[in-house]
């Protein structure tokens, strides 16, 4: 091969002809549609980052040890925030969120808020709470009908406080031993055990896992996928009980918690708050999953009497009053809407799915227009996979089409590192039942003749880098295999998953993540997987050519901004 080179000069030739030749197979190739503005922007961020490679993480830094752009997110989501590069990210229109569950997606301070507000809140611990134990205690918080209200002074951090007794959240709070830090050392007892944190040695701290039954401490970077999953499911039983089902974990165990986010009185506020915060990040329409296993919701009462009817009426309203106020402010273009993604959980047996799939049939005929696609929800290295459903989402789709319904799968599948496991597989099962869209698709790479499948029949994989990223699934943004997936023509929207969990609220920081970690992938690349989202979410062609022009002058706006701010002085 070298001896076709004369000199030096034709072999930079070549060379340069061979890079340019093989990136503008990349899908994010674009050149012919970036106007001039849009150049000069992509060449401000490509600076900046350039820059803030150098100054921010080629810096020391006293507490995070070899730090460097698309790190670990739990450690280096503060540097993250200090940079310019980010700042101007927050601005841009990210288009849809394709790919969040509802019970994990506001901030667990505001959904702490809400909760203190209701009277019928109660908690507990399985011990009066002191310096030695509060780091591997769970709360076990639970609304609770008036008559089994609580009225007692006795603190949680009292020693002769009685295990597993109930106390007022409110009073809980007031009353928690101020050499625990007082009223904000309970809220950060109660926000860390609803989060992954990153504490000493930048690991994450398992607490302690349901009933209050401690685990080692599991650091970061040496849990295993199913480890972290596991803290995660235990982190995310706190706010909702229900999102796995009672067959993932012990039954007694499970009878023990209960969700803050399945008593009404939080639905509406809550469902509110997620609007709001997505809109406020730049997304312009959500598709989130919402977990309808438990069949009844918490009412005021604190009876578990509510329907799943009840709930989408709930989320239709507040859907409804959100955009009014939005239209009010004069802000009706930034947002085309919200729909749901009927989930049920991988532990169910083939039974119960049915009854699932007929009451999201039954649930379509009511709210046409909020159900827009079912899936099964849960760890697939755990739970049950596809296969073992398949005959019963085959008579679901058979069941649609002797109702004329249309209720498309949009399942999870591959999120895995197994080559050949259960988990992997779904990715088979997925397509075959025919998937409008993939959850995931982690190990969807390793397969071939599947990434064809998808490319010829428009696919879109919903990648959720951070969390892949957390869960174990990859060590840092520069290992993912998006770039693979993208650069094989598959269609790609990023997604957050469950935000609430991680830290990484709204789209920002996933995009800065997969901006930061190449230094190929430009303002354009961000362009497309924005677009992507509207151009394959389950909007009519009307609606979707509504969201995608709307979503195009917030683009022009957001290029106009980068020229004027992108060059003034920043981080560095």
Request: proline share 4%; net charge negative.
């Given at each position: 091969?070298s001896?076709?080179?004369?000199?030096?000069?034709?072999?930079?030739q070549?060379?340069t002809?061979?890079?340019?030749h093989?990136r503008?197979?990349?899908r994010d190739?674009?050149?012919?549609?970036?106007?001039?503005?849009?150049?000069r922007?992509?060449a401000?961020l490509?600076?900046?980052?350039?820059?803030?490679n150098?100054?921010?993480w080629?810096?020391?830094?006293?507490?995070?040890?070899?730090?460097?752009?698309?790190m670990g997110?739990?450690?280096?989501?503060?540097?993250?925030?200090?940079?310019k590069?980010?700042?101007?990210?927050?601005?841009?229109?990210k288009?849809?969120?394709l790919?969040?569950h509802l019970d994990a997606?506001?901030?667990?301070e505001?959904v702490?808020?809400?909760?203190?507000?209701?009277?019928?809140?109660?908690?507990r611990a399985v011990?009066s709470?002191?310096?030695l134990?509060i780091?591997?205690?769970?709360?076990e918080?639970?609304a609770l009908p008036?008559?089994?209200?609580?009225h007692s002074?006795?603190s949680?951090?009292?020693?002769?406080y009685?295990p597993?007794?109930?106390?007022?959240?409110k009073?809980?709070r007031e009353?928690f031993?101020?050499?625990?830090?007082?009223?904000?050392?309970?809220?950060k007892?109660?926000v860390?055990a609803?989060t992954l944190?990153?504490?000493e040695?930048?690991?994450i701290?398992?607490?302690g896992v349901i009933?209050?039954?401690t685990?080692a401490?599991?650091?970061?970077s040496?849990?295993?996928?199913d480890e972290?999953?596991?803290?995660?499911?235990?982190?995310?039983?706190?706010?909702n009980?229900?999102?796995?089902?009672k067959n993932?974990?012990k039954?007694s165990?499970f009878?023990?918690?209960?969700?803050?986010?399945?008593?009404t009185?939080?639905?509406?506020?809550?469902i509110y708050?997620?609007l709001?915060?997505?809109?406020?990040?730049?997304?312009?329409?959500?598709e989130?999953?919402?977990?309808f296993?438990p069949k009844?919701?918490?009412?005021?009462?604190g009876?578990?009497n509510v329907?799943?009817s009840?709930?989408l009426k709930?989320?239709?309203d507040?859907?409804?009053?959100f955009k009014a106020?939005?239209?009010q402010?004069?802000r009706?273009d930034?947002f085309?809407?919200?729909?749901i993604i009927?989930?049920?959980?991988?532990?169910i047996?083939v039974e119960?799915?049915?009854?699932?799939?007929e009451d999201c049939?039954a649930?379509?005929?009511?709210?046409p227009?909020?159900?827009?696609?079912?899936d099964l929800v849960?760890?697939?290295?755990t739970?049950k996979p596809l296969?073992?459903y398949?005959?019963s989402?085959l008579r679901f789709?058979?069941?649609?089409?002797?109702l004329?319904?249309?209720?498309?799968?949009i399942?999870?599948a591959?999120?895995t590192?197994g080559?050949?496991?259960?988990?992997?597989?779904n990715l088979?099962?997925?397509?075959?039942?025919?998937?409008?869209?993939?959850?995931?698709?982690?190990?969807?790479?390793k397969?071939?003749?599947?990434?064809?499948m998808c490319?010829e029949r428009?696919?879109?994989?919903?990648?959720c880098?951070i969390?892949n990223?957390i869960?174990?699934l990859?060590s840092?943004m520069?290992?993912?295999?998006?770039p693979?997936l993208?650069n094989?023509?598959?269609?790609?929207a990023?997604?957050s998953?469950d935000?609430?969990?991680f830290?990484?609220m709204g789209l920002s920081f996933?995009?800065?993540q997969?901006?930061?970690?190449?230094?190929?992938?430009g303002l354009?690349a961000l362009r497309?997987?924005?677009r992507?989202s509207?151009k394959y979410s389950t909007l009519?062609?009307?609606e979707k050519?509504?969201?995608i022009?709307?979503w195009?002058k917030?683009?022009e706006?957001?290029?106009?901004?980068i020229?004027l701010?992108?060059?003034k002085?920043g981080?560095?």
């Amino acid at each position: 091969m070298s001896s076709q080179f004369t000199d030096f000069t034709h072999y930079k030739q070549e060379r340069t002809a061979l890079i340019d030749h093989d990136r503008s197979l990349r899908r994010d190739n674009s050149e012919s549609k970036v106007s001039p503005a849009e150049a000069r922007a992509d060449a401000i961020l490509r600076a900046l980052r350039e820059k803030e490679n150098s100054c921010v993480w080629g810096a020391d830094h006293e507490d995070v040890l070899h730090p460097f752009p698309g790190m670990g997110f739990l450690t280096g989501r503060d540097m993250i925030l200090q940079t310019k590069l980010f700042k101007i990210l927050a601005k841009m229109p990210k288009g849809a969120l394709l790919h969040a569950h509802l019970d994990a997606t506001v901030n667990a301070e505001f959904v702490l808020k809400l909760a203190l507000e209701q009277p019928a809140f109660h908690v507990r611990a399985v011990e009066s709470l002191s310096a030695l134990n509060i780091s591997k205690i769970l709360p076990e918080i639970k609304a609770l009908p008036q008559e089994l209200f609580t009225h007692s002074d006795l603190s949680l951090t009292d020693l002769s406080y009685m295990p597993s007794t109930w106390v007022s959240l409110k009073k809980a709070r007031e009353t928690f031993d101020p050499a625990l830090g007082g009223p904000e050392g309970f809220d950060k007892w109660v926000v860390d055990a609803m989060t992954l944190e990153v504490a000493e040695g930048k690991s994450i701290i398992s607490k302690g896992v349901i009933g209050g039954l401690t685990s080692a401490a599991a650091t970061l970077s040496h849990s295993t996928v199913d480890e972290v999953a596991s803290e995660h499911i235990h982190r995310l039983l706190i706010t909702n009980t229900h999102r796995f089902g009672k067959n993932s974990i012990k039954h007694s165990e499970f009878l023990q918690h209960v969700s803050l986010l399945t008593f009404t009185p939080l639905w509406e506020p809550y469902i509110y708050e997620f609007l709001r915060s997505s809109v406020e990040d730049g997304i312009s329409y959500v598709e989130v999953r919402v977990n309808f296993f438990p069949k009844y919701m918490v009412g005021g009462d604190g009876q578990e009497n509510v329907p799943h009817s009840a709930w989408l009426k709930s989320f239709d309203d507040t859907l409804n009053r959100f955009k009014a106020d939005l239209k009010q402010q004069g802000r009706e273009d930034e947002f085309i809407g919200a729909r749901i993604i009927y989930s049920t959980v991988r532990s169910i047996s083939v039974e119960e799915l049915d009854w699932f799939c007929e009451d999201c049939i039954a649930l379509k005929k009511e709210f046409p227009h909020l159900i827009v696609g079912f899936d099964l929800v849960g760890p697939e290295n755990t739970l049950k996979p596809l296969i073992y459903y398949a005959e019963s989402l085959l008579r679901f789709r058979e069941r649609q089409k002797e109702l004329g319904l249309d209720i498309p799968f949009i399942l999870h599948a591959g999120e895995t590192l197994g080559d050949g496991t259960e988990a992997d597989v779904n990715l088979y099962d997925a397509i075959l039942l025919g998937t409008l869209r993939i959850g995931h698709g982690f190990s969807l790479i390793k397969h071939p003749k599947l990434m064809e499948m998808c490319r010829e029949r428009n696919i879109l994989i919903e990648v959720c880098p951070i969390s892949n990223e957390i869960l174990r699934l990859t060590s840092s943004m520069l290992m993912h295999p998006l770039p693979t997936l993208m650069n094989n023509g598959l269609p790609v929207a990023l997604c957050s998953d469950d935000p609430a969990m991680f830290g990484n609220m709204g789209l920002s920081f996933d995009f800065y993540q997969v901006l930061v970690a190449s230094q190929v992938t430009g303002l354009i690349a961000l362009r497309e997987l924005a677009r992507d989202s509207l151009k394959y979410s389950t909007l009519e062609p009307s609606e979707k050519q509504r969201a995608i022009g709307a979503w195009e002058k917030r683009w022009e706006k957001f290029v106009e901004y980068i020229l004027l701010e992108g060059g003034k002085e920043g981080t560095c």
